[in-house]
């Protein structure tokens, strides 16, 4: 197994995710990356994940640290912060169990996006950037799925926050409009 993230040092380590495997599979209604998995393909995952316990208002990822590994909320809830341009944090999701985080740093190596803080206790299991590798090379239909799901998950992220985005646009040049 690779080395656990010094970033969740201060998180209470819980082991591999195996014993936890009956609790993420039943996330699959909820849970957009596993939402094609067979309960032996999501045993075989959680043998590559480690389970963390965060208390309330635990800070699990920080906007700008590095990060090579992503989380799956198993329980609990989650409040994604980003920093405004006065350096405001403001929540701009709440996630609940099922839901995945850090997809993006653990793929593209980029500092985080935003800040994850524990709304409650919430136990996260954690995929890092190594373990997806050795899934690849060991277990190469359940790697192909996983980035099938990654690549999916994200395009349809980006997808819905382009659409808001030209909301916003259009929003904008009616007002200018109306203005003039």
């Known amino acids: 197994m690779s080395e656990r993230p010094r970033q969740l ?8 995710a195996t014993r936890f495997a009956p609790q993420i599979h039943a996330l699959i209604p909820k849970c957009t990356l596993l939402e094609h998995f067979a309960p032996a393909e999501v045993r075989l995952l959680a043998h590559f994940m480690d389970v963390y316990r ?3 208002e635990a800070e699990i990822i920080r906007e700008g640290d590095d990060g090579d590994f992503m989380l799956m909320l198993i329980e609990g809830r989650v409040e994604v ?11 701009i999701a709440v996630v609940d ?14 500092p985080r996006f935003a800040t ?3 709304v409650e206790p919430t136990l996260v299991a954690v995929l890092d950037r190594e373990n997806l590798a050795r899934i690849i090379v060991e277990q190469p239909m359940l790697g192909a799925k996983i980035l099938m799901e990654l690549v999916l998950m994200l395009s349809q992220r980006l997808r819905a926050t382009s659409s808001r985005l030209l909301a916003l646009l259009d929003d904008q040049s009616f007002r200018a409009a109306n203005l003039l």
């Open 9 to 16: 040092a201060h998180l209470e380590y819980l082991g591999d």
């Open 54 to 56: 965060a208390p309330a």
């Open 81 to 91: 912060r980003k920093r405004d341009r006065w350096n405001t944090s403001q929540v």
């Open 97 to 110: 169990a099922g839901k995945t985080l850090g997809e993006m740093s653990m793929i593209d190596g980029e």
């Open 116 to 118: 994850c803080v524990a």
